[in-house]
């Protein structure tokens, strides 16, 4: 490969990188052809972009990137493939469900929400893990609920007070 291949590769992965707030490094060494289109497929329906490159070029992508990512660099050795996202946790739903009868793909490290996570094992913690919009969903429901609970309480509030008046208004009668 030419040094202005490489380049462009670089660049593009640190475009991605850039782009997307969270991505994953897995392991699909060993799948066979059927089950890597079939993850393919599953990646591309999810809006999950899956790429396979070479250790020591993502390695230069990540130097070059904005964030810090050396806590990525011990994973990269063997066949790796990065799932990039604009949801933390679909590219781990996505493995999970992927798995049921298999033992690829494998997690070699995630970069969500900021923070790395690293290890296999970590797969369900990733998968608990809400978006932004979704917390800020929980946030707001949650602030909802006690207004919602005045309210309720003014108005079945208003409804003994209506009915103490007219029981007083009858008896004045």
Avoid: W
Avoid at 78 to 88: A, Y
Wanted: aromatic letters at 6%; a neutral charge.
């Amino acid at each position: 490969m030419k040094r202005e291949e490489k380049d462009a590769i670089i660049e593009n992965i640190v475009e991605q990188i850039n782009v997307n707030n969270h991505f994953y490094l897995t392991d699909i060494g060993g799948l066979n052809a059927e089950d890597t289109s079939n993850l393919r497929r599953e990646c591309f329906k999810n809006d999950i972009k899956l790429v396979v490159v070479k250790n020591t070029l993502l390695q230069k992508a990540f130097e070059k990137s904005e964030g810090k990512y050396d806590e990525l660099f011990d994973v990269l050795k063997g066949p790796t493939s990065v799932m990039f996202t604009e949801q933390g946790n679909a590219p781990a739903k996505l493995i999970k469900e992927f798995r049921k009868g298999k033992d690829k793909p494998v997690i070699k490290a995630a970069y969500v929400e900021e923070t790395v996570y690293v290890g296999d094992d970590l797969l369900e913690t990733l998968v608990k893990i809400k978006s932004r919009n979704e917390l800020l969903g929980d946030i707001v429901l949650l602030l909802q609920s006690p207004a919602k609970n005045v309210i309720s309480a003014l108005k079945s509030g208003g409804n003994i007070l209506h009915g103490v008046l007219e029981t007083l208004a009858k008896k004045e009668n």
